[in-house]
C-alpha cells in the first residue's frame, strides 16, 4: 500500500533543511575568513542533496561563497536539476518514471 504524498509536510521538510544549509553556509564562510576549520564540501552536497538546495541557493547567493568554484558550481546544479526535473515528473504523474520503469523491465525480461 502506497502511502499519500503530502506536500504540506515536503515543503516543510524543504524549509527546514533549506535553513540549516543557509546556516552551514553562513558558518563556512565565517571560518574562511578567520581561517577556522571548514565545512566538508560533501556536507554541504547532502545538505542540498536532501532538500536544501533551495537555501543553499539563497546562501551563495547571499554569502558570494562557492560562486566561483566551477567544480562546485557543477555538482550544485546536478542536484538542482534532479529535483526540477522529479517536480516535473510529478506533475506528469510520474510518466517518465513510469516509462523508464516499464523499459528495464522489458529488458529484463
Same mark, same amino acid.
Given at each position: 500500500? +502506497? ?27 565565517? +571560518? ?29 547567493? +547571499? ?47
Amino acid at each position: 500500500m +502506497n502511502a499519500p504524498f503530502d506536500a504540506r509536510l515536503f515543503a516543510l521538510w524543504v524549509v527546514v533543511v533549506s535553513l540549516l544549509a543557509w546556516n552551514s553556509y553562513a558558518l563556512d564562510k565565517k +571560518n574562511a575568513r578567520l581561517g577556522f576549520r571548514r565545512t566538508p564540501e560533501r556536507v554541504l552536497h547532502f545538505l542540498e542533496f536532501i532538500g536544501g538546495w533551495p537555501g543553499a541557493y539563497l546562501a551563495q547567493k +547571499n554569502f558570494r561563497h562557492k560562486t566561483k568554484k566551477a567544480s562546485y558550481q557543477i555538482e550544485f546544479w546536478v542536484v538542482v536539476s534532479l529535483y526540477q526535473f522529479l517536480a516535473f515528473d510529478y506533475l506528469i504523474q510520474w510518466r517518465i518514471s513510469k516509462a523508464v520503469a516499464s523499459w528495464f523491465q522489458l529488458m529484463a525480461s
